[in-house]
């Protein structure tokens, strides 16, 4: 009988944020007090993972549109099944932490500078194919 190796299961960015497109979609973003909403964007570090391996998940909060500074910055991003967050860290002040045993990150006011970028930065690791 021919058997054929099955792929390593990969994370990828596209896959990623296709798995967090409809979190996202419910996923309060808040930013207090603004005329026009920040640009938000995320990122991996690699693109691509295999199981148990990490990668960078990088959230920039880009207020460059804005002449005046952003305060109250507040959301709750839940990570799809199989994946876990840790150890994050943030350039934009406020609270960030990780709960549910890695499956959340929070993050709560934040605040980023006139016309200016800031970044929160996670740990990412997939645990299940």
Avoid: H, K
């Avoid at 409809?22 to 026009?36: D, E, K, M, N």
């Avoid at 391996?53 to 910055?73: F, V, Y």
Wanted: aromatic residues 4%; negative net charge; charged residues 15%.
């Amino acid at each position: 009988m021919n058997s054929q190796p099955v792929p390593p299961c990969r994370l990828t960015l596209p896959g990623f944020l296709a798995l967090l497109s409809g979190i996202l979609l419910t996923t309060s973003i808040s930013f207090a007090g603004v005329a026009q909403p920040p640009l938000v964007e995320m990122s991996l570090s690699p693109e691509e993972i295999g199981i148990g391996s990490s990668s960078e998940l990088t959230i920039t909060i880009d207020n460059s549109a804005n002449p005046g500074p952003i305060n109250e910055i507040d959301f709750t991003l839940p990570m799809p099944e199989g994946v876990i967050i840790r150890s994050p860290s943030t350039e934009c002040g406020g609270i960030v932490t990780v709960e549910d045993d890695g499956a959340l990150l929070r993050f709560s006011n934040g605040e980023v500078g006139a016309s200016a970028t800031c970044e929160i930065r996670a740990l990412v690791t997939q645990n299940l194919r």
